[in-house]
Structures are given as C-alpha cells and as structure tokens.
C-alpha cells in the first residue's frame, strides 16, 4: 500500500515544471498532461472562449511597452502563452481602439492572460503534490 | 464583430473568470461550484453597485 510519502516521491519524480510550461503555452494543457480531463476542458473552454471574444471585439495586442500600462498590459498578453504569438503572427485584433468594444476586447485578452498563467501554476501544485 | 452590450460584457467576463477561480482555488467539485458561483455573484453583483454609485455622484 502506498504511503503518504511514496506519493510524494512519485509527484516529486520527473521534470516537474512540464505541466506548468504546457499550461502556459497551450490553455488547459498541464490539467490534461495531468489527466484531469475536466478541469482541463472547463479551464480550456474558458480562457479559449475569453481571448476570442476579446479579439471578436477587436481588442487590442500589445506589442511592446511603451510606459507602465502598456508594460502591464504586455505581461498579461504574454499570459496567454502560444495563443498570444499565433494572433500576433496572423495581424488579430487591433493596432488602435477606436470604439468602446475595443476597450473591453482588450481587457479581455489580458485577463484572459492572467487567468491562465492562474491555471498554469494550478497545474504545477497538482503535479507536485501540493494540490489534490 | 462582437458588439455586446456593457452588461452583456460583463456577465462574459465574470461567467469565465469564475469558472477559472472555481476550478483552480478549491479541490473537491461541490466546492468549486460553490466557489465559482459565489466569485460571479460577487463580480456582477459589484459591477451592479459601483454601476448605481457612479450614477448617483455624476447627477
């Protein structure tokens, strides 16, 4: 019978930071490395469903900082992980808002950041034991 | 385009930032969807006040 301290060796074991990683560059990935399919899907669904409507709304990319805002901005993009560089590279969302949709757009592909680099780090406390 | 209204943006925002908080701050499923219910009433719920109290200053 497995003791509490084998499952933490077993959760200890292995390149620990590789649902971490792949949560951040694909949403919901480090839940399903881990195969909580579920959380997986409804973290998935949730972020993919939130940086769409965001670019639907032609929400703005931040592409570099220009002063504090722009910085925070950047980061929370950059949240978003692989989905950030595909919109980039495919010329989504807008280079300058010029409605209020816009706006809302663009504080949803941030948000949509932020909350995944949360699912992210969700994924790592569930691969090393720290989580249930 | 998407063109939601300011309160259809919001229940958007506040449905997905409270599945994420949800799945992700609690451990057992009746929890998650307790906490995830509560994290969206708090979000609507506060954007409601704030929406009432900004009227009443700017009349």
Same mark, same amino acid.
């Given at each position: ?11 200890? +074991? $292995? ?5 971490? #990683? ?21 973290? +998935?669904? +949730?972020?993919?469903?939130?940086? !769409? ?14 002063? #504090?805002?722009?910085?925070? $901005?950047?980061? !929370? ?24 949709? $816009?706006?809302? $757009? ?11 680099? #949360? ?9 090393? !034991?720290?989580?249930? | ?59």
């Amino acid at each position: 019978m497995a003791t509490t301290q084998d499952k933490k060796n077993e959760a200890a +074991s $292995g390149f620990v930071y590789l649902p971490l #990683i792949a949560g951040w560059l694909v949403p919901g990935a480090g839940h399903f490395l881990l195969r909580k399919w579920g959380r997986g899907a409804l973290i +998935s669904a +949730s972020i993919l469903g939130m940086f !769409g409507l965001g670019i639907a709304m032609q929400g703005k990319l931040y592409a570099g900082a220009h002063d #504090i805002l722009d910085m925070l $901005g950047f980061a !929370g993009d950059l949240g978003n992980g692989l989905l950030y560089v595909i919109s980039r590279a495919a010329g989504w969302g807008a280079d300058q808002i010029t409605q209020t949709t $816009g706006d809302y $757009g663009t504080r949803f592909i941030v948000v949509a950041g932020l909350l995944n680099v #949360i699912a992210a780090v969700d994924a790592h406390n569930l691969r090393t !034991g720290r989580k249930a | 385009m998407f063109r939601p209204s300011h309160f259809a943006a919001v229940l958007l925002f506040a449905l997905f930032a409270s599945v994420v908080f949800g799945v992700t701050q609690r451990s057992t499923p009746p929890r998650m969807v307790r906490y995830g219910l509560y994290c969206f009433v708090l979000f609507v719920g506060s954007a409601i006040v704030l929406s009432w109290l900004m009227f009443l200053i700017a009349r």
